[in-house]
T-cell receptor, first 113, second 114 residues
């Protein structure tokens, strides 16, 4: 059984650019949640996807968007990058029926300069 | 809205000493509570969870936590610290319902002195 994987591991972008982060769910999981973890802070919920539909969103602007694919992998897209978007981005997968137990990937470290 | 508070940002103990990391929660409904550990440059690993069954919950690596409703607390303990326990620890509460988002505390960095 493979765990949650994320790519890339590190990324450096310039303010104003766009970025796409990718997440592959753990086998059998149909729900993916994305979190932003700024330096020295706890993770903050961005949004969740369940069976390819957005299923809840945290306090993040519309320039944060996502997709979930039929194989339940997911993308997080961020447009018009700002310096404050620099953070570790974590995805977590879970099964719909038992979704309180979320399994986290290793994260993507995004640096915006 | 549900929230968790982790008092103090850094705890330092000697190897072999008791580890106590505090977490208090706020929730209008019976909470599901979690402790996660994060090692440097890694994601989050689930240590243990409380889902309204036994109030004393045992997790991995010798950690345990006790749910105390009267104190709205879910403190994490380990009887004897090991050097490998040095990491960041996050308490989280689950917003179960329409979506299962986790609300995390700010985290506590645990240092273990030889």
């Amino acid at each position: 059984e493979t765990g949650v994987t994320q790519s890339p591991t590190h990324l450096i972008k310039t303010r104003g650019q766009q970025v796409t982060l990718r997440c592959s769910s753990q086998s059998g999981h149909n729900t993916v949640s994305w979190y932003q973890q700024a330096l020295g802070q706890g993770p903050q919920f961005i949004f969740q996807y369940y069976r390819e539909e957005e299923n809840g969103r945290g306090n993040f602007p519309p320039r944060f968007s996502g997709l979930q694919f039929p194989n339940y992998s997911s993308e997080l897209n961020v447009n018009a990058l700002e310096l404050d978007d620099s953070a570790l981005y974590l995805c977590a997968s879970s099964t719909g029926a038992n979704n309180y137990e979320q399994y986290f990937g290793p994260g993507t470290r995004l640096t915006v300069t | 809205a549900q929230s968790v508070t982790q008092l103090g940002s850094h705890v330092s103990v000697s190897e072999g000493a008791l580890v106590l990391l505090r977490c208090n929660y706020s929730s209008s409904v019976p909470p599901y509570l979690f402790w996660y550990v994060q090692y440097p440059n890694q994601g989050l690993q689930l240590l243990l969870k409380y889902t309204s069954a036994a109030t004393l919950v045992k997790g991995i690596n010798g950690f345990e936590a006790e749910f105390k409703k009267s104190e709205t607390s879910f403190h994490l303990t380990k009887p004897s610290a090991h050097m490998s326990d040095a990491a960041e620890y996050f308490c989280a509460v689950l917003n179960y319902g329409a979506n299962s988002k986790l609300t995390f505390g700010k985290g506590i960095t645990l240092s273990v002195r030889p």
